[in-house]
C-alpha cells in the first residue's frame, strides 16, 4: 500500500515541481481501448499501423492525459484535487515500450484555490511527447492517506 500527503492550496509555490513514470505495456493498451472503446487499429493491429505515418502500433493520446490526471492526484497537489481544465497538444507518437515521465510546474496560484499547472510528458530519450497546461482546484487542507490497492487484471 502507498502512503501519500497532498500539498494544500496555501502550500503550493510557484515554480514547484513534481514527476510520475510508467512504462506503456501491452497491458495498458488492451485496457485502455477496453475502458474507453477506442478500438482504433492504429493502437490494436500491428498489420495496420505498419501501413500508418507511425509504421507501428502507438498507444492512445490519452493514455497520456491519463497519466497527467494521475500525476496530478496523487503527486501534486495530490488527493483531494479536483480538475476543471486541460489543455494539451500531442507532439510526437508514444510507443509501446516507452517510459513516460509527466512533469508537473506550479506556475500561478488563482483565487479561489484554483491553481495552473504545466503538463509536460517526455519519453526515455527525454523527448516531448505531450505539452500541456492544467487547471485545478487545490486542496484546502493537508491529509495524508493510503491509496486504494486495486486488483490484478488479466487479460485473455
Not at 49 to 59: C, N, S, V
Not at 97 to 110: A, P, Q, S, Y
Request: overall charge negative.
Amino acid at each position: 500500500m502507498t502512503q501519500v500527503t497532498n500539498t494544500p492550496y496555501e502550500a503550493l509555490e510557484v515554480g514547484q515541481t513534481a514527476s510520475f513514470s510508467k512504462t506503456v505495456e501491452e497491458r495498458d493498451i488492451q485496457l485502455f481501448a477496453a475502458m474507453s472503446g477506442d478500438h482504433n487499429p492504429v493502437h490494436l493491429d500491428a498489420e495496420y499501423a505498419a501501413g500508418t505515418m507511425f509504421k507501428e502500433r502507438i498507444a492512445h493520446g490519452m493514455f497520456s492525459g491519463a497519466l497527467i490526471s494521475a500525476a496530478v492526484a496523487c503527486e501534486l497537489p495530490g488527493p483531494g484535487t479536483i480538475y476543471i481544465g486541460q489543455t494539451m497538444s500531442f507532439q510526437k507518437p508514444v510507443k509501446i515500450g516507452d517510459t513516460l515521465t509527466v512533469r508537473l510546474e506550479i506556475l500561478e496560484k488563482l483565487p479561489k484555490f484554483r491553481v495552473r499547472i504545466a503538463t509536460r510528458v517526455f519519453n526515455q530519450r527525454e523527448e516531448l511527447v505531450v505539452d500541456g497546461v492544467a487547471e485545478i482546484l487545490a486542496p484546502r487542507k493537508q491529509q495524508s492517506l493510503t491509496l486504494t490497492e486495486l486488483p490484478a487484471i488479466n487479460i485473455g
